[in-house]
């Protein structure tokens, strides 16, 4: 399995790759990721680029490094946001943060014409070099992938397996070469595919709690917010979520539903009272298909 590395990415490169991996341990995307809590805070990790030290340059003098602002720290978020919709490169991905898109959810609401044209006026008239444009099939993909990633999808599968709490940047990207891209691709091939799991270097207690999760996604009422709470409650599976009474759940639930989630979807509160559990437990039960657990024993 290949990982990401920071020096993929042209507005990182080996340079700032060498200041983030030497100050902070940060080696590929899903690290800086972690440590900045995807782009949410900042501040841990400029505590630990803050403090300048003294490098040794090519020519062999001693050198004073630049400092990592804020600002910059900012604009490589944004590029590592884009680059996890499905089939995005580092490079278009930075294509798509200096024609103005900043953010998975700001591409889930533009036209992919317009996109098209923005980034084809980019090369033209920008010191920006695209070496090979998107085509527009590329772009409705990714803002069709945008959207099923910033949409709460309560009926059906479509739910991007990026999205997924445990899944990382390179473990997804390991799914595409199988063609599997959301929950519902998962299903169609993972039978087909013997040892998945090995194939994308997941560790199998890590794999069986992934389809877990995925099973939860098939329930009527949950998305993949509420599979999120539900699994941070220590509810990671259909048949803990049957086995389990409603007060206890609500309860669990109750000291993990805080932070910008909920503010964003105050919804979700109600979803999850006492009366709104009983509801999807009802349906985990009603639920006709097979889950990705009972297929696997």
Known sequence: MVEFSLEQFET?????????????????????LRETSHGKDFKPLLEKLKAPDKKR???????????????????WS???????????S????E??????????????????????????????????????????AEIESWVYYAK??????????DVPLVELPMMSVNWASELQKYRIWTVEDLEANYAIIPNLASRIGMKASVYEEMIGVCDLCKVDGIDIHVARLLAQAGIKSLQQLRGISP?????????????????????????????????????????????????ME
Request: no cysteine; hydrophobic share 35%.
């Open 90 to 93: 580092p490079r278009m991905a």
């Open 57 to 75: 340059t090519r020519d062999g003098k001693d050198g004073e490094e630049p400092e990592v602002t804020e600002e910059r720290l900012a604009e």
């Open 12 to 32: 990182i490169g080996s340079f700032y790759g060498d200041i983030l991996e030497r100050k902070a341990n940060i080696k590929t995307v899903d690290d800086f």
């Open 247 to 295: 007060d206890e759940a609500f309860n669990r639930l109750a000291k993990v539903k805080t932070g910008p989630l909920l503010k964003e979807h105050p919804e979700i509160e109600m979803e999850l009272s006492r009366d709104g559990i009983a509801m999807i437990q009802q349906n985990s039960k009603e639920l006709k298909v097979r889950s990705f657990m009972e297929a």
């Open 78 to 88: 944004q590029v590592f946001d884009l680059f996890r919709i499905p089939r995005v």
């Open 95 to 136: 294509l798509l943060v200096h024609a103005g898109i900043n953010s998975v959810r700001e591409l889930s609401h533009r036209d992919p014409i317009q996109v098209w044209y923005k980034i084809k006026e980019l090369d033209e008239s920008s010191y920006f070099i695209v070496i090979k444009s998107p085509s527009l």
């Open 148 to 157: 099923l990633m910033t949409r709460r999808i309560k009926y059906g599968y």
